[in-house]
């Protein structure tokens, strides 16, 4: 088993940032693929960002390329999810996901565990 705790979320206003951090713990994460995955209200949770922990290749949805940055700590077991320029319709819950294949997937449902969410609120 994989435990996966968010932390970082919060209000900002628009243009602003704010950094997300997903610790695991339990099994070593070291050959997932980790995922951040958003959920408006009334909205289907989708893809934010994945990073492949063996080798760090990254990925994004294009909503968000350019103004998120997802990178991993090894010695922490942390996921981060920088978030810059941040607009009102980023306003959504975040989750922190671990698959257990390496391999990149943008569903929801290939990932294994999740963590519990942090809530992330952009003001206009």
């Known amino acids: 088993q994989v435990q996966l705790v968010e932390s970082g979320g919060g209000l900002v206003q628009a243009g602003g940032s704010l950094r997300l951090s997903c610790a695991a713990s339990g099994r070593t994460v070291s050959s997932y693929f980790m995922g951040w995955f958003r959920q408006a209200p009334g909205k289907e949770r989708e893809f934010v960002a994945g990073i492949r922990w063996s080798g760090g290749v990254t990925y994004y949805a294009d909503s968000v390329k350019g103004r998120f940055t997802i990178s991993r700590d090894d010695a922490k077991d942390t996921v981060n999810l920088q978030l810059n320029s941040l607009k009102p319709e980023d306003t959504a819950v975040y989750y922190c996901?671990?698959?257990?294949?390496?391999?990149?997937?943008?569903?929801?449902?290939?990932?294994?565990?999740w963590g519990q969410g942090t809530q992330v609120v952009v003001s206009s």
């Open positions: 996901a671990a698959k257990v294949s390496t391999y990149m997937n943008a569903m929801a449902s290939a990932y294994d565990y």
